[in-house]
């Protein structure tokens, strides 16, 4: 089944703790990127990848890091977690950099940072 | 960063009747693209508009490209519960993919 994963589902940890939310795509997808949700301001995007090894920042990426090692994966990293990073994070996919084709998004990570 | 603005944010309506939300933007989109966010799950694409003026249905849903290319609208025909969830617009701009703030659906039998 084509899917992107997402792991941990629900996480609370403290400031500071260093973090990594997992993401996998089994669909050969070239481009990957990492969303925040927050209530009233709909999704934005943290970082975005066009293949393997390369990376860009997105609207909101203060604070975070990633990776794009394999095709297949891109871990969010929060080095420092703050309280004004608990948020529901999505990681999504899709074929290519040209958004007309869909963005598959993961199911969701709900962080919680105290 | 860059936000559209959607309305209404939130509705509240009886089993039966149309919906209508839309998107308006202060920059140009080639691109509207309308998603659908279920209690705990990511969002779902429903339906791509890649032209000013562009009318696209999909079942109950339909969607279009404002003529200004600044605006989009979705309606919903004849609700039902299932209906229920947050619908979000999202606006293209050079490969650059912006999300609106969401209109929250409450279908009530």
């Known amino acids: 089944e084509a899917q992107v994963t997402q792991n941990p589902r629900y996480l609370i940890t403290v400031t500071g703790k260093k973090l990594t939310v997992t993401c996998s795509q089994n669909?050969?997808?070239?481009?990957m990127s990492w969303y925040r949700q927050d209530p009233g301001l709909g999704l934005r995007q943290i970082y975005y990848?066009?293949?393997?090894?390369?990376?860009d920042k997105g609207d909101v990426p203060e604070g975070y890091k990633v990776s794009r090692k394999e095709k297949r994966n891109f871990p969010l990293i929060l080095e420092s977690p703050s309280p004004n990073q608990t948020s529901l994070y999505f990681c999504?996919?899709?074929?290519?950099?040209?958004?007309?084709?869909?963005?598959?998004f993961g199911p969701g990570t709900r962080l919680t940072v105290t | 960063g860059q936000q559209l603005n959607q309305s209404p944010q939130s509705m509240f309506i009886q089993e039966g009747e149309d919906v209508s939300m839309n998107c308006t933007s202060s920059?140009?989109?080639?691109?509207w693209l309308w998603y659908k966010q279920e209690p705990g799950e990511g969002p779902v694409l429903l339906i791509a508009?890649?032209?000013?003026?562009e009318l696209t249905s999909n079942g109950r849903l339909t969607a279009q490209f404002g003529i200004t290319r600044k605006d989009s609208f979705l309606n919903i025909s004849a609700s039902i519960p299932s209906d229920v969830g947050i619908y979000f617009c999202?606006?293209?701009?050079?490969?650059?993919?912006?999300f609106g703030t969401g209109t929250r659906l409450q279908v009530f039998p």
């Open positions: 999504a996919s899709s074929l290519s950099l040209r958004v007309e084709y869909e963005q598959y």
């Open positions: 669909m050969n997808h070239e481009y």
């Open positions: 990848s066009m293949n393997v090894e390369v990376t």
């Open positions: 920059s140009i989109f080639n691109t």
């Open positions: 508009l890649y032209k000013a003026g």
């Open positions: 999202a606006g293209v701009n050079t490969d650059k993919l912006i």
